[in-house]
Nanobody, 123 residues
Framework: QVRMVESGGGLVQAGDSLRLSCAAS????????MAWFRQAPGKEREFVAA????????SYADSVKGRFTISRDNAENAEYLQMNSLKPEDTAVYYC????????????????WGQGTQVTVSS
């Protein structure tokens, strides 16, 4: 079993940056593909970015390419999402997720989830 806890969300202005963190517990973290999803009010939870267990492959949603960077530290059982040039449409609850295999772009492919952290971007 893997438990995940997100942190780093907050209220920022358009153009600002935030760095989200996901702290994971469990011995299998280094074998998991890790990802970030987000869910805005009234919308489906959507894929944001994923990183392979080895850290050498990435996938990003088109809406965040060039602005967001996903990374991980297997020694620390941690995952990160650096978000730059934030826009009001980035406002959502952000979730970290873990799953087996690569690539994993769908919500149902992830077995482990955090509780989410709120990111609000004002215009």
């Amino acid at each position: 079993q893997v438990r995940m806890v997100e942190s780093g969300g907050g209220l920022v202005q358009a153009g600002d940056s935030l760095r989200l963190s996901c702290a994971a517990s469990g011995r299998s973290f280094s074998t998991l593909t890790m990802a970030w999803f987000r869910q805005a009010p009234g919308k489906e939870r959507e894929f944001v970015a994923a990183i392979r267990w080895s850290g050498d492959a990435y996938s990003y949603a088109d809406s965040v390419k060039g602005r967001f960077t996903i990374s991980r530290d297997n020694a620390e059982n941690a995952e990160y999402l650096q978000m730059n040039s934030l826009k009001p449409e980035d406002t959502a609850v952000y979730y970290c997720a873990g799953g087996m295999g690569w690539p994993l772009l769908r919500r149902y492919q992830y077995a482990y989830w955090g509780q989410g952290t709120q990111v609000t971007v004002s215009s």
